[in-house]
Nanobody, 123 residues
Framework: QVQLVESGGGSVQAGGSLRLSCAASGHTYSSNCMAWFRQAPGKEREGVAA????????YYADSVKGRFTISQDNAKNTVYLQMNSLKPEDTAMYYC????????????????WGQGTQVTVSS
């Protein structure tokens, strides 16, 4: 069992930056994949970024590539999402997710989810 707690959400103006954190506890050694998803009103949930915790390989949605960076601090069992050059269309509830599988992007649904943190970008 893995518990995930997100933090760092808030309101920011377009062009600004925000850093989300996801602290993991429990059987964290079994979480081979960590990812950030988001869901905006009227839109389906979409994967934003993912990281293979063992290799450090990262994956990004085209909409955020070049602006967002996912990273990890294994000593703290924490995954981060650095969001730069934020746009109003980035406004969404952001969720941290973890999975024991080895296919971190485009694979089966993630098993563990955080409570979500709201990100609001105004123009």
């Amino acid at each position: 069992q893995v518990q995930l707690v997100e933090s760092g959400g808030g309101s920011v103006q377009a062009g600004g930056s925000l850093r989300l954190s996801c602290a993991a506890s429990g059987h964290t050694y079994s979480s081979n994949c960590m990812a950030w998803f988001r869901q905006a009103p009227g839109k389906e949930r979409e994967g934003v970024a993912a990281i293979a915790t063992g290799s450090g390989s990262t994956y990004y949605a085209d909409s955020v590539k070049g602006r967002f960076t996912i990273s990890q601090d294994n000593a703290k069992n924490t995954v981060y999402l650095q969001m730069n050059s934020l746009k109003p269309e980035d406004t969404a509830m952001y969720y941290c997710a973890a999975d024991g599988g080895n296919w971190c992007w485009g694979g089966p649904p993630y098993n563990y989810w955080g409570q979500g943190t709201q990100v609001t970008v105004s123009s």
